[in-house]
């Protein structure tokens, strides 16, 4: 049995199936959904597991995310922490970069160090950028950082000298020393997380990894002995921010690396879709209570970024963490965005959310201001009988007192604020949706929207409409969709190191050094760990390349081995039509590589879902009834509703129409047709 | 069709995300650190008759460059515009006008070949020529020292670039490879707005965008109306000395009257110094930009800039003053009085906006100007940087550490690392300091010492460092801060302190050693409470000498 857990920060979701022993094929795929349990996170896990009624002794594989380190960064719940530094630079971490992106704030206030000052130390070492060591440490100069360090009760410690990702020598005597002397502390270098260039990315990095360790080794532990102690004989996998599995020893040696493994395997689940589907072009889309996250998918090929912050917002600089993570474009439009009106007379939803607590005015636990899920009620598009899956039934006498007052302002009805805040919303979603597509130079009309999360389907048609997608696909279970996704997933490191070369012919062969050099690093780390070991290896490599000259750079794909002269020239070019693609031009520059990418891949078995029976029902059999729906500009129709567990393979029908499932409402608008795949995924063909 | 208001309001938006959408595109593809790390640029839109639109930049002190210089263009060319048409120009005097190394590019945004915008940028270039590497100095006379002159001309006709007039750009500056990259960043992100207006214009059509842009000029106005309603009404006053000219010794008084009224925000300068014989001379555009800033800072800093927004100030202020400098005045160290005039208006109102407004802060960009050859590759490298430093007290809270001026926005440091590989020196700290300052209840943040070791015999140095002989204010009872300074120290340890510096000669093995300023304090030190106290002392902020002299000691 196949199973994967992860956990939320409302629900803990669970996904699995067995697999055919003679067929090979998927069977009886079942899915849980219990309670997150705060701060005991495991227990959650468990309660899922019981909850499925599955024996753990019966499993061959088990996958799991979990938001222990997003949650200690948010929360500050985590270690308490200490920084040594190169000396000179121990401020750097409170310097930052200076910046103030709410530029005409002159109140501002910048985000406080992870660290204060007090434990942030120096010791005398050196390095340069052409990584030679200046000054070697003296590990003895130690002793007194750690003696006070212990006095102040520090239980983590974060490294970071100057130019260790070129010269991690001093970095590794010191951490070694520090092990040694003092076994217990959580102790991370800067380069065993990041090995880019940028000092105070790379100081923070380090530091929010120590502070994060001790958790997440503990939760990772504790989690281990459960599933021992219920019978697991395997090792278990850890969902990472790159898409990707990985040990539960690789976790627990760099825990930031789980930062975002919610939204990456939601991703991934879609990249997979793809692949099954043969859809090579995807957008995804996760519409949750809080807020709205895509990322673009090409050839079942997510992007990654090191550019990660945590806390960023268009006031506030954030805190830097340069791991691996797929690019995820994130607005704070979801289905508890709160609408309003400012004092200029603009209508607005969002960023504000009215949460679970006390949630959309129609929940009736005290929010007073209505919210996207409140419009969407209000024209008929949620069923006020299947409202949160017909556990409650909603307060509409409530959401008339919510809109009143934006009814009187605007001057017109409760039906044309709502629709109105529905197509603000819409707006909002779709310059997120264009930030992954045309801001890069990929047109939507060539892709499709794979639209998951508790609001997916009910925005997804319109937001297709409005950006001319073809196509909007609304997978089986979407509401657990990110635990599924896991399941497709492989075992994944990514190992990326600043080294700029210029690409020119004589640096070939110092290229490929490099390259191989790293892919011989990326398989070492594989050896001998638990549940890497039978798996089949295979590595891929990126650069970062730029103009000379230029600072930011642009990921180019290059082959796998042998990079030679005819290598060079083909990433020259694809570099050149990267550029061009991304920023409508190029220049005739000599190119270099600034970052060197290779990626690390271990084959897990992964197995299509089962295909539904088909019974020869009918779209009429599905039915369950006739709603008066409104559609804004598409106009105001009885609506049929369906019911999505009485659909199978084969059947199509037309918008205008609902079809409802316990979580979900998908919006199908006129001139749309539905048609249901072997799988029971939701094709909605815009066109046709 | 009347467009319904919901639309209105998604066209609104839509305008306003150009100005974000251009600024990433320029950020993403300049070659030179000035604008890819300082973001020392400015992006937006205009509508056909140079009303901002929108805006999205880097620095605060090019609110007013976007706009003005929209104005020339339609007043040089009139009928003259064409589809395919880039203009570019850096006349300091006029609109858009800051100094020679801000080049501002603008392209006309035709819809059924009808003019309906214009995208604009305006960009720091590393190098325009002139006397010293960087093109700022401290000492020029005149602006012929400056660099290169370039009225508002045409360096794309209908789609053809015209390979002449670059070619006269490119022959009078030090580093052409950066710049002309960076020129074509800047056509990039006007193409990146005009292809999104089009598109704009498409799906809505005419009527309905034009009637956006009116309602959201008139939604700015009557957001900054409502935060003028609650400021306090009547008229206040600041002067202020500015440290020197950079030639002569002679401090500047400079003064501002402030009439607060229902619906008018009146600056006026008249007093002020007249315009001097060194460069730091501000132009009556960027007096514009300084008086918008603060008037931002003061009403609603988050709402998106437009013309709307700024319909509510009036500025008087006599011709040919330091505020209001004119041909052939040097102006290439402007900002230095331009966040004067910013700097007098928010002493004028902190007592009256505490929580807007805190004590003096820097006020100096503290640029610096490092020119010589890489000690690796021999290449000869120009760095320019501004260098973050320490903002003032407040009510209620202790000042910023280590930020950039209020001149400076979404500026970033140049990163250590990069500095070492790409210029060739050595850093040898980077680190706040405890030099004497900011006292109070609430106390200055910190300023930061910033160490380069040459390791080379032929770099120069320019710094202009302001408020060297004026610390930032400390009110309500708060000591002034510390002064920036740059100082050099010798391999052989001789020691020289400057305010303002002009290629001076380093050699291996000395330091150059910036430091900030620590911003005023806020409040009676004395009552600054205990707790306090022996937190800075365990974080080194202040030193138990410090405490017992100004703070009345730790108690018991």
Known sequence: ?688 | MKTDPYTLEIIKNALVAIGDEMFQTMARTSMSPIIYEALDFSVGITDARGELIAQGQGTTVLLAMIDSFVHDILEKFGNAIRPGDVFIGNDPYRGGGTHLSDFGLATPIFHDDTLVAFAVNKAHWLDVGGAVPGSFSTNATEIFQEGIQMPICKIIDQGVLRQDILDIIIANIRVPQESVGDMWAGVAANGVAERRVRELFDKYGHEAVLTAKEELLDYGEAMVKHELAGLPKGEFFAEDLIDDDGLGDTPLKVMVKITITDDKFVADFTGSAPQTMGPINNSRTGLTSAVRLIFKAITNPQVPANSGSFRPIEIVCPDRTVFTAERPAPVSTYWETLMYAVDLIWRALAPHVPERLGAGHMLSVCSVVFAGSHADTGKSTILVQPLVGGWGGGDGRDGQSGQFAAADGETYNVPIEITEARYGVLVDQYAFHTEDGGHGEHRGGKGVVLDYRMRTDDFAVTGSFGRFKYPAWGMAGGSDGSPNHLDIIRADGSHEVHGKVTGAKVAKGDVVRMITATGGGWGDPKRRCKAALREDLRNGFLTAEQIERHYGGLGD
Request: charged share 25%; proline share 5%; with cysteine.
């Open chain 1, 1 to 688: 049995m196949r199973v994967a857990t992860d956990v939320g920060g409302t629900f803990t979701d669970l996904v699995c199936y067995d697999v055919d022993k003679q067929s090979g094929r998927v069977v009886g795929l079942r899915t849980a959904k219990t309670d997150t349990t705060y701060p005991q996170f495991d227990e959650g896990v468990m309660n899922a597991i019981a909850k499925a009624g599955l024996d753990p002794a019966a499993f061959d594989f088990f996958a799991h995310g979990t938001t222990v380190v997003i949650n200690a960064l948010l929360s500050r719940k985590g270690a308490k922490t200490g920084l040594i530094t190169t000396k000179g630079f121990r401020d750097v971490l409170e310097i930052a970069r200076g910046n103030r992106p709410d530029l005409f704030n002159l109140a501002f206030k910048k985000p406080e160090p992870f660290v204060p000052r007090y434990l942030r130390r120096e010791v005398d070492e050196r390095s340069t950028y052409l990584g030679e060591v200046l000054t070697v440490l003296d590990p003895a100069t130690l002793d007194p950082i750690l003696a006070d360090f212990r006095a102040e009760g520090v239980e983590a410690i974060a490294l970071c000298f100057l130019h260790a990702y070129v010269s991690p020598a001093n970095e590794i005597a010191a951490r070694d020393y520090i092990r040694a002397a003092w076994p217990n502390v959580s102790v991370i270098a800067s380069h065993e997380i990041s090995r880019e260039w940028r000092e105070y990315e790379r100081t923070s990095t380090a530091v929010l990894t120590a502070y994060v360790h001790p958790a997440a080794k503990r939760y990772l532990r504790t989690l281990q002995t459960s599933l021992d102690a219920a019978g697991y004989g395997h090792a278990p996998y850890i969902m990472q921010s790159n898409g990707g599995i990985d040990t539960v020893e690789g976790a627990i040696r760099n825990p930031i690396a789980m930062v975002e493994s919610g939204p990456a395997s939601g991703v991934l689940g879609a990249a997979a879709l793809g692949t099954l589907l043969g859809e090579d072009k995807i957008i995804a889309l996760d519409i949750g209570g809080t807020t709205a996250k895509c990322s673009l998918i090409e050839n079942a090929q997510t992007r990654i970024t090191t550019e990660y912050r945590i806390e960023w917002s268009r006031t506030n600089p954030g805190y830097p963490i340069r791991t691996p993570v797929i690019e995820i474009v994130e607005i704070g439009n979801g289905g508890g965005s709160i609408a309003g009106i400012d004092a200029g007379g603009r209508l607005y939803v969002g960023p504000e959310s009215a949460g679970a607590s006390p949630g959309p005015a129609a929940y009736g636990r005290g929010g007073t201001r209505p919210t996207t899920t409140d419009a969407n009620l209000v024209t008929g598009r949620i069923n006020p009988a299947n409202f949160l899956g017909g556990e409650i039934t909603p307060d509409l006498d409530n959401v008339h007192r919510a809109f009143a007052p934006l009814v009187d302002r605007l001057d017109g009805d409760i039906g044309s604020v709502a629709r109105g805040i529905i197509r603000i919303a819409n707006a909002n979603m779709v310059n997120a949706l264009k930030l992954v597509s045309l801001n890069k130079g990929h047109d939507p009309r060539d892709f499709t929207l794979v639209a998951y999360g508790g609001g997916g389907a009910m925005h997804a048609v319109m937001l297709a409409e409005e950006l001319q997608m073809p196509k909007v696909i609304i997978p089986v279970n979407s509401s657990v969709f990110s635990a599924w996704g896991m399941l497709m997933t492989d075992l994944r490191r990514d190992f990326v190191r600043t080294q700029v070369v210029l690409l020119a012919g004589e640096n070939a062969a110092r290229i490929e050094e490099i390259f191989a050099a790293m892919e011989g690093t990326a398989r070492a780390s594989f050896a001998d760990e638990a549940g890497s070991g039978d798996l089949a290896l295979r590595v891929q490599r990126y650069a970062d390349m730029r103009y000379l000259g230029q600072e930011h750079s642009v990921k180019v794909e290059l082959p796998d081995g042998g990079f030679d002269a005819a290598v060079l020239a083909a990433a020259i070019e694809r570099f050149h039509v990267t550029h061009e693609r991304e920023y409508t031009f190029r220049l005739q520059l000599p190119v270099e590589i600034v970052n060197f990418h290779v990626v690390a891949l271990g084959d897990v078995p992964k197995h299509d879902p089962e295909k539904l029976p088909v019974t020869g029902r009918t779209p009429d059999d599905a039915m369950s009834g006739l709603r008066t729906v409104d559609f804004d500009e598409h106009g105001v129709h009885e609506a049929r509703i369906y019911d999505r567990d009485r659909l199978e393979p084969g059947m199509r029908f037309a918008g205008p129409c609902i079809v409802e499932e316990a979580a979900a409402t998908l919006v199908v608008t006129p001139g749309r047709t539905v048609a249901v795949d072997d799988y029971g995924n939701l094709h909605v063909h815009m066109n046709a």
